[in-house]
């Protein structure tokens, strides 16, 4: 492989990858002037199905309130081993 080729190529990559940073956060800085870029903590708390569509996802398993929360994973050594539920 050629290395000059590989160092010549370095630039425009790195180049290319701080403008789509930094315009990335300049839209959102702008966009964040016109509307909030994240759901209320109510909403987020009530469901984004429900408050923004008016309906619960979900309810042919009984809604949200039939899904288990995620337990904590248990560490032994150096494998991390989830729980099994029964």
Known sequence: ?????LRWLRTPVGTAI????????????AI???MPLRAAAGDE????DVTMHGEEA????????AIPAPAR???????IKA???A
């Open 73 to 79: 994973p248990e560490k032994h050594g150096a494998v």
């Open 45 to 48: 708390a009530e469901g984004l």
């Open 1 to 5: 492989m050629r290395l000059d080729l």
């Open 18 to 29: 701080l403008y789509s940073g930094t315009m990335s956060f300049v839209l959102l800085k």
């Open 32 to 34: 964040a002037l016109v």
């Open 58 to 65: 979900y309810l042919q398993a009984g809604g949200m309130d």
């Open 83 to 85: 729980p099994v539920e």
